[in-house]
T-cell receptor
Framework: GAVVSQHPSRVICKSGTSVKIECRSLDFQATTMFWYRQFPKQSLMLMATSNEGSKATYEQGVEKDKFLINHASLTLSTLTVTSAHPEDSSFYIC?????????????FGQGTRLTVV | AQTVTQSQPEMSVQEAETVTLSCTYDTSENNYYLFWYKQPPSRQMILVIRQEAYKQQNATENRFSVNFQKAAKSFSLKISDSQLGDTAMYFCAFMKWGNTGNQFYFGTGTSLTVIP
């Protein structure tokens, strides 16, 4: 099956620095990727939709300037947490819909645990 | 707007027994899909089972089956012969097609523990 690879799996950074998380579709092209945030023992909350070649679409309440998304190619989307603060500590997951208009499956990355100290 | 509700935050089941996880959803869409995803301690999301809304027959995948009641907007997951490896968070999800592809909406999850 299709694979989505997310890197890094864990990162610890100092408050005020920026962190980049990569999401790659390994054996298929993804014009769209989704970024989720998951708090402990809670559900996945959609943060934004990453669109190849155009601006990302952010969900209400998500700061565009803090969570920069770049979808530079058909296989790579990046999420940069800028000027990170401890409250940004969370688990971030990306996903890509399966190729094909009527294909319904979504493939998820392994997730990134971000800890801001 | 689509909402997905899982009313059981935590459940437990004895190994080899059967357990049912509940899920209800609300939508005005007529064409959609429903999913159950499993998230084990590794945090990797794994597809368990999927149901097309236009199909009346309930989906089954080995030990996993669903009870899909479209009129009631209910979509429960039954796990038979529970195994220790079934211990995980289970998320019910609703999917519809959006302008940029399929869009998922997740429930709050049910933490399932299989007791040896």
């Amino acid at each position: 099956g299709a694979v989505v690879s997310q890197h890094p799996s864990r990162v610890i950074c100092k408050s005020g620095t920026s962190v980049k998380i990569e999401c790659r579709s390994l054996d298929f092209q993804a014009t769209t990727m989704f970024w989720y945030r998951q708090f402990p023992k809670q559900s996945l909350m959609l943060m934004a939709t990453s669109n190849e070649g155009s601006k990302a679409t952010y969900e209400q309440g998500v700061e565009k300037d803090k969570f920069l998304i770049n979808h530079a190619s058909l296989t790579l989307s990046t999420l940069t947490v800028t000027s990170a603060h401890p409250e940004d500590s969370s688990f971030y997951i990306c996903s890509a819909p399966a190729p094909g208009w009527y294909d319904t499956e979504a493939f998820f990355g392994q997730g990134t645990r971000l800890t801001v100290v | 707007a689509q909402t997905v509700t899982q009313s059981q935050p935590e459940m437990s089941v004895q190994e080899a027994e059967t357990v049912t996880l509940s899920c209800t959803y609300d939508t005005s869409e007529n064409n959609y899909y429903l999913f159950w995803y499993k998230q084990p301690p590794s945090r990797q999301m794994i597809l368990v089972i999927r149901q097309e809304a236009y199909k009346q027959q309930n989906a089954t995948e080995n030990r996993f089956s669903v009870n899909f009641q479209k009129a009631a907007k209910s979509f429960s997951l039954k796990i038979s012969d529970s195994q220790l490896g079934d211990t995980a968070m289970y998320f019910c999800a609703f999917m519809k097609w959006g302008n940029t592809g399929n869009q998922f909406y997740f429930g709050t999850g049910t933490s399932l523990t299989v007791i040896p």
